[in-house]
């Protein structure tokens, strides 16, 4: 039973891809031919019967000028070829005035020759703009109905305009030799022939749509109108359905249609995602790594969301094409809906390359030190608004806005508009100057006058900081430029330890001085104390602009010296670098320093001096110390 059914599916849904119409002509075109007529020849080059060619020949010829005018649309060369309106309105207008002097002079023979010439006029431009308007709607991707009215709409002008007043005229004026009666006849002849060529061309175009015009399937067809009349049809819902038809404006088959189409790509999105993307993901891996999960995740998480809102949104343009029969209202509508497929486009593109740049751009900044993190997540942000303004020029675009104009207008504007955002463009300019001038980067812990905490990230217009007590700051980027910035994480080796040993005067000043020299050798041999012993540093004879070690922040200084006599104690200074920059290892380092000075000081039979003070008492005849 279910392959039965699927089978049915199947014709219902693929044969009529095949049955596209191809309708040739079969008999010649009626024309009236009479010798030595001369008027300008319309881009159909009109066919005039002649009695010394065969049927055959005439339906040959016919023939091949359809098989021309499909060429040339093809080929877009009525834009070029075919003259403007405005070409005609000329002699259009200064037939008008012709046709009223010769009113007013009662000459009505001539006024109907003119009205003729005028009819004439206004029926091949009005042909030549169709043509025109077929390329440029094959250019916006137009729905199959938009041709098919277009065509209808000229058609149904020319069946509009009767001959019958004109032509008892003709049958008498075309015996005359006068000169307004053989102007009469060959303005007749050229806009009948004309009349029935085009309209020959125009029904023939309306029923071979799909040879200048590749038909889509799931938008034109999708044999939706033969699902649709099938359930109309069905006995017990017909009834409902011209009731809906009427008050409504939409049957129940349309309905019941709309519904498989979104209940369709509902499953698509939730079954046949994964294959889709496993699909694309092999064309970008090209073979087994490590990196493959990973790659397959990010994949996924930048693609999937686009892809199932294009899928939903291709349901929903499907299912308006059903249910709306208004065509000025879909060309209004199908604008938007193209800048929004652009618009998940550019997200699918932008998020791709986020989450590529998540994959690789560790290794990028472990490959090449001069890369830095915030330039890379800088680029992205440009490229966003790149990509931003590449849909809103897209929308421009599909709704008809010159954006040429646009962009002549900001030449114009463009002083009051730099005035307005100056402030923003001094911003966006200082973000690029401290990207270059590597200043500080993001997780750099930093001082100025006004704060001082961790750089989270640098932004177009602004740089925020996280402050020790957790709050965040969002300072300008031209006032963060122009400051004084002390950045206490531009080092690589080396955060100072500082400390003067103050002891007793007590002490002997031999032991103070082995004291000194054991906290040096601890000093020198301790892992953790950036010392010439521990530290490379390249030494070379030429010519440096810059101390590399200053520019990098490597600092190995280790001094311990008896330093000077106190107020209360005999001081030794000492003065050195941790290797390691980070705070926590820094005090680390310099606690484990305090507990080995505090040990030597024991063993060397020194004691640590504190504040003291000696008060001497005078009595008469006699000092009484009372220290």
Same mark, same amino acid.
């Given at each position: 039973?279910?392959?039965?059914?699927?089978?049915?599916?199947?014709?219902?849904?693929?044969?009529?891809?095949?049955?596209?119409?191809?309708?040739?002509?079969?008999?010649?075109?009626?024309?009236?031919?009479?010798?030595d007529t001369t008027t300008n020849k319309p881009v159909e080059q009109v066919i005039v019967e002649d009695n010394n060619q065969t049927i055959e020949d005439q339906i040959n010829a016919q023939k091949k000028l359809v098989d021309e005018i499909i060429?040339?649309?093809?080929?877009?060369?009525?834009?070029?070829?075919?003259?403007?309106?405005?070409?005609?309105?000329?002699?259009?207008?200064?037939?008008?005035?012709?046709?009223?002097?010769?009113?007013?002079?009662?000459?009505?023979?001539?006024?109907?020759?003119?009205?003729?010439?005028?009819?004439?006029?206004?029926?091949?431009?009005?042909?030549?703009?169709?043509?025109?308007?077929?390329?440029?709607?094959?250019?916006?991707?137009?729905?199959?109905?938009?041709?098919?009215?277009?065509?209808?709409?000229?058609?149904?002008?020319?069946?509009?305009?009767?001959?019958?007043?004109?032509?008892?005229?003709?049958?008498?004026?075309?015996?005359?030799?006068?000169?307004?009666?053989?102007?009469?006849?060959?303005?007749?002849?050229?806009?009948?022939?004309?009349?029935?060529?085009?309209?020959? *061309?125009?029904? +023939? &175009?309306?029923?071979? /749509?799909?040879? $200048?015009?590749?038909?889509? !399937?799931?938008?034109? =067809?999708?044999? %939706?109108?033969?699902?649709?009349?099938?359930?109309?049809?069905?006995?017990?819902?017909?009834?409902?359905?011209?009731?809906?038809?009427?008050?409504?404006?939409?049957?129940?088959?349309?309905?019941?249609?709309?519904?498989?189409?979104?209940?369709?790509?509902?499953? *698509?999105?939730? +079954? &046949?995602?994964?294959? /889709?993307?496993? $699909?694309?993901?092999?064309? !970008?891996?090209?073979? =087994?790594?490590? %990196?493959?999960?990973?790659?397959?995740?990010?994949?996924?998480?930048?693609?999937?969301?686009?892809?199932?809102?294009?899928?939903?949104?291709?349901?929903?343009?499907?299912?308006?094409?059903?249910?709306?029969?208004?065509?000025?209202?879909?060309?209004?509508?199908?604008?938007?809906?193209?800048?929004?497929?652009?618009?998940?486009?550019?997200?699918?593109?932008?998020?791709?390359?986020?989450?590529?740049?998540?994959?690789?751009?560790?290794?990028?900044?472990?490959?090449?030190?001069?890369?830095?993190?915030?330039?890379?997540?800088?680029?992205?942000?440009?490229?966003?608004?790149?990509?931003?303004?590449?849909?809103?020029?897209?929308?421009?675009?599909?709704?008809?806005?010159?954006?040429?104009?646009?962009?002549?207008?900001?030449?114009?504007?463009?002083?009051?508009?730099?005035?307005?955002?100056?402030?923003?463009?001094?911003?966006?300019?200082?973000?690029?100057?401290?990207?270059?001038?590597?200043?500080?980067?993001?997780?750099?812990?930093?001082?100025?006058?006004?704060?001082?905490?961790?750089?989270?990230?640098?932004?177009?217009?602004?740089?925020?900081?996280?402050?020790?007590?957790?709050?965040?700051?969002?300072?300008?980027?031209?006032?963060?430029?122009?400051?004084?910035?002390?950045?206490?994480?531009?080092?690589?080796?080396?955060?100072?330890?500082?400390?003067?040993?103050?002891?007793?005067?007590?002490?002997?000043?031999?032991?103070?001085?082995?004291?000194?020299?054991?906290?040096?050798?601890?000093?020198?041999?301790?892992?953790?104390?950036?010392?010439?012993?521990?530290?490379?540093?390249?030494?070379?004879?030429?010519?440096?602009?810059?101390?590399?070690?200053?520019?990098?922040?490597?600092?190995?200084?280790?001094?311990?010296?008896?330093?000077?006599?106190?107020?209360?104690?005999?001081?030794?200074?000492?003065?050195?670098?941790?290797?390691?920059?980070?705070?926590?290892?820094?005090?680390?380092?310099?606690?484990?320093?305090?507990?080995?000075?505090?040990?030597?000081?024991?063993?060397?039979?020194?004691?640590?001096?504190?504040?003291?003070?000696?008060?001497?008492?005078?009595?008469?005849?006699?000092?009484?110390?009372?220290?």
């Amino acid at each position: 039973m279910l392959h039965k059914f699927l089978l049915k599916i199947f014709i219902i849904l693929i044969i009529p891809i095949f049955l596209f119409s191809d309708n040739i002509p079969t008999t010649p075109i009626k024309l009236i031919s009479k010798e030595d007529t001369t008027t300008n020849k319309p881009v159909e080059q009109v066919i005039v019967e002649d009695n010394n060619q065969t049927i055959e020949d005439q339906i040959n010829a016919q023939k091949k000028l359809v098989d021309e005018i499909i060429d040339n649309i093809n080929k877009e060369i009525y834009l070029t070829t075919l003259p403007e309106k405005s070409y005609y309105d000329n002699e259009i207008l200064f037939l008008s005035n012709r046709i009223n002097a010769n009113n007013i002079q009662n000459n009505s023979l001539a006024a109907k020759r003119d009205e003729l010439r005028v009819a004439y006029l206004k029926e091949r431009a009005a042909y030549e703009n169709t043509l025109k308007e077929i390329i440029l709607a094959k250019q916006e991707f137009k729905n199959k109905q938009y041709f098919q009215e277009l065509l209808q709409n000229n058609i149904k002008s020319i069946q509009d305009f009767k001959l019958d007043e004109y032509t008892l005229i003709y049958e008498t004026e075309s015996k005359n030799t006068s000169k307004v009666s053989t102007e009469f006849t060959e303005n007749y002849i050229a806009f009948y022939n004309q009349k029935h060529t085009q309209l020959f *061309i125009l029904q +023939y &175009l309306y029923s071979n /749509i799909q040879k $200048f015009r590749a038909s889509n !399937f799931l938008i034109d =067809e999708f044999n %939706l109108k033969y699902m649709i009349n099938t359930i109309d049809n069905i006995k017990g819902i017909s009834f409902l359905s011209s009731l809906t038809s009427y008050h409504l404006n939409f049957s129940l088959g349309e309905i019941a249609v709309v519904l498989l189409i979104i209940l369709f790509f509902r499953l *698509i999105n939730r +079954y &046949l995602l994964t294959i /889709i993307i496993n $699909f694309i993901s092999k064309i !970008f891996i090209k073979k =087994e790594t490590i %990196l493959e999960e990973s790659v397959l995740y990010y994949l996924k998480d930048a693609i999937s969301s686009p892809l199932i809102y294009s899928l939903y949104l291709f349901s929903i343009q499907i299912s308006i094409f059903i249910l709306i029969k208004d065509q000025i209202l879909i060309n209004q509508i199908m604008p938007w809906i193209n800048t929004l497929y652009m618009a998940l486009l550019t997200w699918a593109i932008y998020a791709t390359l986020n989450n590529s740049i998540t994959i690789y751009a560790q290794n990028l900044l472990e490959k090449y030190q001069n890369v830095r993190k915030e330039m890379i997540v800088f680029i992205l942000k440009i490229i966003k608004v790149l990509l931003i303004l590449v849909v809103i020029l897209f929308l421009f675009t599909q709704l008809g806005i010159d954006v040429k104009a646009i962009a002549a207008s900001l030449g114009v504007g463009g002083i009051a508009i730099a005035l307005a955002a100056k402030d923003t463009l001094a911003n966006f300019f200082a973000s690029l100057n401290i990207m270059t001038d590597n200043s500080f980067s993001q997780g750099d812990w930093i001082k100025t006058d006004d704060f001082e905490g961790t750089v989270v990230d640098i932004r177009m217009r602004t740089t925020r900081i996280r402050t020790f007590d957790n709050a965040m700051i969002t300072v300008p980027n031209s006032q963060i430029a122009n400051a004084h910035i002390l950045n206490w994480s531009k080092r690589i080796i080396g955060r100072r330890i500082k400390m003067s040993i103050g002891l007793t005067y007590e002490n002997k000043m031999e032991d103070i001085v082995n004291l000194k020299n054991d906290i040096f050798d601890m000093l020198l041999a301790h892992p953790k104390i950036a010392t010439n012993k521990n530290i490379n540093i390249s030494r070379t004879k030429a010519f440096e602009a810059i101390k590399m070690e200053d520019l990098d922040g490597v600092k190995n200084t280790l001094l311990v010296y008896v330093d000077e006599f106190g107020a209360f104690s005999i001081n030794i200074l000492v003065y050195c670098f941790s290797r390691s920059p980070v705070w926590e290892d820094w005090l680390d380092t310099k606690e484990d320093v305090m507990i080995e000075i505090a040990k030597l000081v024991e063993k060397n039979n020194c004691e640590f001096a504190y504040p003291t003070q000696m008060i001497h008492l005078k009595k008469e005849g006699q000092i009484e110390d009372l220290s």
